[in-house]
């Protein structure tokens, strides 16, 4: 199986009938642990027949399947429907059999498996080896490695990712620029961010929260701020994690 690096191939699968694209999603079989994981699709319908529209950067075996996925605890919650459709793509898994704890802080190591697995990449446990923190047989490590390798998440400057560290703010938004550019996506060249507290967010993070600002992707807290050192919750990342494939049209 060839990998194309950032470069993404678009092949499409015909179905004759229609979809619900809210249920359908694309997948991939990987041989290595025999499971089907998340690849970019969109789903277009004409004349009863539906159009899958398959985006990878490798080649693969790929199916189209129906998959409906809900929790109990996410009754009522302001971001159900999004966590919904995100795990119903497999791109989202619960904390139990029947829980997602939306509100539940989200860690470095969960954030970099949200975007390696919306963005279809294959894991690579050994190249999470360049942080002295993270063991290959953890259940993050391909997703750490593999969005290492991608230049989407960065260690600090002693050699750890930290993986177990809450994430915050502005880091998730430096690293959901990357994913932008990674998906080939046009960056607003936003200036300052225009957010109440915006003299708070670090230099190095400023242009990725004014970029995602304004490319819709993730907005600020109640007051007009952007709280770049607190953490976010499952809810929240889920929310942007949506956001952002679908502007890449990643998903519908």
Sequence with gaps: YKEFG?????????????????????????????TLVFVPATFRTVDGKTAAKIKRNGNSIYVVLEHERSFADLAGHWAAADIELLAGKLLLSGTGPDTFEPDQAVTRGEFAVMLARGLGLTANAAASARFRDVERNVWYAGAVGAAAEAGLAAGFSDGTFRPQEKITREQIAVMLVRAMRFAGMEVPAAGEPAFADRAEISPWASGAAAAVRAAGIMGGRPGGIFAPGDAASRAETAVMLKRLLQKAAFID
């Design 6 to 34: 950032g470069v993404y191939v678009e092949r499409t699968v015909t179905l004759n009938q229609a979809v619900d694209e809210s249920k359908t999603t694309a997948a991939r079989y990987d041989p290595e642990t025999g």
